[in-house]
């Protein structure tokens, strides 16, 4: 076939047939579904050719699947989660569904490089950090397992923001990712869910006589369903994401229009349609807060019209519904479902309470995702109240009834009762989402063995004792399709070469890697590979921030969302610490170090916003001091997402994993860096217990406190000035920040961070680890000077990585929560 880079003079003829290969499937798609020419040859019309044509073999596919489910009486997982963070779609696709060479092939065909094309898809704007990424892996393993599952969600017109740094702040700006169109979604335009908002609760009687309920004088919005399709790697079986977005019910007012009120107009179809504008709306004023709350009950209110839907075309009898349908809530964001199952089968179905409770119950399970009180969900009554007036009266009943039961089972203990009750009293009555969703659900699970622990032992203690057994632990886990097999192709070239391809879909035979650990032919092979994926990101962080890295340095690698528990402050502070002893003895042998940080703060977290700022400050210094920038380089990476997760995690050799002990939930950027060769830094938190015990304690670098140690520190009465006073380093270090070393011109522009931790207590513990930390890191560049015991350790911690695929995740979900089986 001819090379379309080759063209003579005049375009070929258009008359084309039906198309029989991809490079004919991609031109047909540019001309009659994008309306272009496929000449001259166009990355960004080329890209979308070959999107539409994937996604055109993925559909067929799909409806198989769908057909299957139905014909089996398949029972279904829905996996509710506000947040899905995909990352870019196409390679994935391309991976699942092997057809790399294929593409690879035609591509070239057209003079381009299946890399080139990739790089035109903007990362989906769905979500904003671990939470969604782990729902996308489970979708993944979900679809390769072979089990009918569905992500429900909300269609984002915006992600939560892209990052810039001016003047080393962070600066925001709108995350318009779909701008060019998204060729993965089909909108159903003609499939609408009506969802109601405000109104009142209406008693009334049945013709039996019955009092009953019913919403009236609602404001009522539109939800369009918006399908992605999830293939399965080495399957037949493709699942969907459904996600909404939010239409108004009603066009524009032609009366206002055509008396001049242009804006007036519209004004109401547009507030409404600002429900699924904005992933994560500011929350700090009220009118944030209630479009917060829109959200949640939007989809999850679209989501159960569908489930219902789906379940009444083969089903009468709603206690069949937990044999059809189990629900997942991803944290508490979308457990306002509880009281909205219960609405439908009280009020709609006309189901007795109890039935409907037994029912609802038997459905539902939760997922927490968090140890931070000031984290779990609570929203006003008096808000829930106007927004949700019916639900508000379904929850003080789902409450009373809980109470009459724990009265009963514990009589006389009034404390009790108001720790566990889902209505929090005090200035301000407020409902606690978490502890509804605790309540409402069959099964509670935590993401890590120390993170359940601390659920069952500490956070939901009363809760444990009152439903013993409810709460299990089921460690996050990635996909390795995802995360080695796209991510890192060269390694998973290496692995197969090494061990065969089952690791990709059975991540245990990893382990086959670890007699090669004792292999000098192999390790050298292995070494090769990270230093070409270090010449890549060299390339990269040269096109993103301009700047000249080594690639023979040392990558100590710190990305992840900004914020003081997860202690980037550590990090900072022990580059001062080595500039400073590089500045003091220049001649001195050091390991030469590149340190890379990436991560966004919330808009409204000043404080984290502040160290942003400072670790660019600190960057400034050190990459233009020429005593120490041959030794010792910092990079701030703007706008970290999974795109950039996926050149920077291949390339690392020291993962970051620093968060203050009992305060992480699990992470799973902690498995995607060890999977990937990465030796962690870290401290005994979330899965880095479990991954020190799979990969072994000689393989990784443990430091600082322990959870029960950060207790009982903070229960004696922690000091940070006894710290300050007693480590030179660090007074050194707290003093340059303190005194605005790094920005002689801007006075006290530090002085909130040295006032956090030394007038407010150090909340997080930084200096009490920072000995530790300095210490680990002394190992850190010992170990790295012997590049044979380095690299053998890189190989191990591959090969013992096998637990933390989401493919065990996902089995023991389905085993021991969803009781549900695949359907090939």
Known sequence: ????????????????????????????????????????????????????????????????????????????????????????????????????????????????????????????????????RLASCYMDSMASLDIPGYGYGIMYDYGIFYQTIVNGYQVEQCDNWVRWGNPWEFKRRGFLSRIQFYGRSEPYKNSAGKRCYRWVDTLDINAMAC???????????????????????????????????????????????????????????????????????????????????????????????????????????????????????????????????????????????????????????????????????IIYEINRQFLGMVEKLYPGKPELLKRVSIIEDGQEQRVRMAHLAIVGSHTVNGVAALHSRILKDKLFNDFNIIFPGKIINVTNGVTPRRWVLQANPALSALITETIGSDWITDLDQLKKLIPHADSTEFLEKWRQVKLGNKAQLVKYIKRKVNM????????????????????????????????????????????????????????????????????????????????????????????????????????????????????????????????????????LDGANIEIMEEVGEDNIFIFGLTAKEVEKKRAQGYNPWDYYNNDEDLKTTLDMVRTNHFIPGEPNLFLPIWDSLMAHGDRYLVLADFRAFI????????????????????????ANMGKFSSDRAVREYARNIWHIETVK
Not at 559 to 584: A, M, W
Not at 776 to 790: N, T
Request: net charge neutral.
């Open 775 to 798: 210490q680990a890191q002394e190992r850190v560049r010992l170990l790295y000077q012997d590049q044979e015991q380095w690299t053998r350790c890189s190989v191990l911690n591959t």
């Open 1 to 132: 076939m001819e090379k379309q880079r080759h063209y003579p003079g005049k375009a070929p003829e258009t008359n084309e047939q039906p198309a029989t290969n991809l490079h004919e499937e991609i031109k047909q798609h540019i001309m009659t579904t994008m309306g272009n020419d496929f000449y001259p040859p166009r990355k960004d019309t080329y890209y979308k050719g070959l999107a539409y044509s994937v996604r055109g073999r993925l559909v067929k596919k799909w409806l198989n699947a769908q057909r299957s489910f139905y014909d089996r009486s398949a029972k279904r997982i829905y996996y509710l989660s506000l947040e899905f963070l995909p990352g870019r779609f196409l390679m994935n696709y391309v991976t699942n569904m092997q057809l790399n060479k294929e593409c690879e092939k035609t591509l070239e065909e057209a003079g381009f490089t299946l890399e080139e094309i990739e790089e035109q898809e903007w990362d989906a704007g769905l979500g904003n950090g671990g939470l969604g």
């Open 548 to 683: 000249d890295i080594n690639p023979d340095t040392l990558f100590d690698v710190h990305v992840k969302r900004i914020h003081e528990y997860k202690r980037q402050l550590l990090n900072i502070f022990h580059v001062i610490t080595l500039y400073n002893r590089i500045k003091k003895d220049p001649a001195k042998e050091v390991v030469p170090r590149t340190v890379i940080f990436g991560g966004k703060a919330a808009p409204a977290y000043v404080q984290a916003k502040l160290i942003i700022k400072l670790i660019n400050s600190v960057a400034d210094m050190v990459n233009n001091d020429p005593d120490v920038n041959h030794k010792l380089k910092v990079v701030f990476l703007p706008n970290y997402c999974v795109s950039q997760a996926e050149k920077i995690i291949p390339a690392t050799d020291l993962s970051e994993q620093i968060s203050t002990a009992g305060l992480e939930a699990s992470g799973t950027g902690n498995m995607k860096f060890a999977l990937n060769g990465a030796l962690t830094i870290g401290t």
């Open 227 to 393: 399908d992605i399709l999830i293939p399965g790697y080495g399957t037949q079986n493709v699942n969907n994401m459904r996600l909404w977005a939010a239409m108004s019910s009603q066009d524009f007012s032609l009366k206002e229009f055509n008396q001049g009120d242009y804006i007036g107009a519209m004004e109401s179809k547009v507030l409404t349609e600002n429900i699924s504008k904005v992933l994560y709306p500011n929350d700090e004023k009220e009118v944030g807060r209630e479009l917060r709350l829109k959200q949640q009950y939007f989809f999850v209110a679209a989501t159960f019209q569908d489930i219902v839907r789906r379940f009444k075309k083969h089903n009468s009898d709603f206690k069949l519904l937990p044999d059809r349908a189990a629900v997942q809530l991803n944290d508490t964001h979308p457990a306002i479902a509880i009281p909205e199952l219960m609405r439908l089968l009280v009020d709609e179905e006309g189901l007795e309470w109890d039935n409907a409770w037994e029912i609802s119950v038997k459905t539902f399970a939760y997922t927490n995702h968090t140890v931070l009180p000031e984290a779990l969900e609570t929203w006003p009554v008096s808000l829930v109240s106007r927004l949700l007036p019916r639900h508000m009266e």
